[in-house]
């Protein structure tokens, strides 16, 4: 076996067991299906060989598995839409592997494409711990905010406070719109819950991505859609309405690397009065070297020029676990150097926040 070959099985087994762990049983069973094509020197190898020499890091078989479902959401893979939930099938838990293999077949042309672009999920079931992280900010300051979204794809999460928030019927907290069409309830919380900051003010954002998508076109709309597991329709309906929300508020996502971007963004003068936030989720393990030690230099740049009336903070979910990803925040608020805590345990998509802060 190459060693390529080694490393795509990898990465097709370890996505089959998170999509398992997680929820989606039809993805869990179709990559075990295209596990053995690819080792029979299948479709599925000649696609994903050579692609790229870390499949792992840059999730290769969901870039694979988000082509078709593009097509069939697209109505070009009909017997492909008939088994997926999302474009109105029904999967019955059988091996699908052969009906996905045969739109491989029809469509090679969009496969070899697909295989390229990066994942874009921007799974908005995180907000409710970054609308927790932003609360303790609002409460720690007493200041508006100003966001800074990294690594945004289409810009939802900026979107965080038209959402609503609430940890409780009564005796709970809430935050952002509570009448808005996308709602995160107690059940999202642990006990203890944290504490949700009642009145938080954004007074700008912005967000930055390598490779945009704009959700205010149908091309846009589409390609976040693909990228959503079929099988899981509540996050399916989570992101439908995110996209409305954001195509009532259009906002332009930059097309830059990150580093760069935020270095501009965060040039003095900052505005007195307000808070900065630079945020992200689940998207350092996506980013080059340069461009982390760039952002981590910018930020204590910044940081070395912040007072309480213009602090600083990089608060962020990523990976800490096979489990579950850590929110952490980094505050700078006297010119000094940044302090760090970890404010809560979440699971990748966003539920069960478990608050430390």
């Known amino acids: 076996m190459v060693a390529t070959t080694f490393t795509l099985i990898e990465s097709i087994e370890h996505q089959s067991e998170s999509c398992a762990r997680i929820g989606s049983p039809l993805y869990a069973a179709l990559l075990t299906g295209l596990a053995g094509d690819l080792l029979s020197g299948g479709l599925t190898a000649e696609l994903l060989e050579g692609v790229s020499d870390q499949p792992v890091h840059d999730a290769i078989p969901l870039r694979y598995l988000a082509t078709a479902h593009r097509l069939a959401l697209a109505g070009h893979a009909p017997e492909l839409a008939a088994q997926y939930p999302s474009c109105g099938g029904r999967w019955n838990g059988s091996d699908i592997t052969d009906v996905f293999l045969s739109a491989v077949a029809l469509h090679r042309g969009e496969f070899v494409r697909g295989v390229l672009r990066n994942v874009q999920t921007n799974e908005v079931g995180r907000a409710a711990v970054l609308a927790a992280g932003f609360s303790a900010i ?177 608060l962020r979910m990523e990976p800490a676990t096979r489990d579950h990803a850590d929110l952490r925040l980094t505050t700078w608020t006297d010119g000094g150097a940044g302090h760090e805590v970890v404010l809560a345990h979440v699971g990748y998509h966003g539920a069960d926040v478990r608050w430390l802060g």
């Open 138 to 314: 609002a409460d720690r300051t007493g200041l508006p905010l100003r966001t800074f979204e990294l690594g945004g794809s289409g810009g939802l999460l900026s979107h965080w406070d038209r959402f609503g928030f609430r940890t409780g019927a009564s005796g709970g907290s809430s935050t952002g719109d509570p009448g808005s069409t996308l709602q995160f309830g107690p059940e999202w919380y642990e006990s203890p819950a944290p504490h949700l900051h009642p009145d938080i003010q954004v007074v700008a954002r912005a967000s930055v991505d390598i490779s945009p998508i704009d959700v205010t076109t149908a091309e846009g709309r589409l390609s976040m859609l693909s990228f959503m597991w079929p099988d899981q329709l509540e996050r399916f309906t989570r992101l439908h309405r995110a996209i409305e929300i954001a195509c009532e508020h259009p906002l332009h996502v930059d097309a830059a690397d990150a580093g760069t971007w935020l270095a501009g963004r965060l040039e003095p003068p900052s505005p007195s009065g307000v808070a900065t936030v630079v945020f992200h989720s689940i998207v350092w393990q996506y980013l080059p070297q340069a461009t982390k030690d760039t952002v981590r230099a910018t930020l204590a740049d910044a940081g070395s020029r912040t007072d309480r009336e213009r602090p600083l903070h990089w």
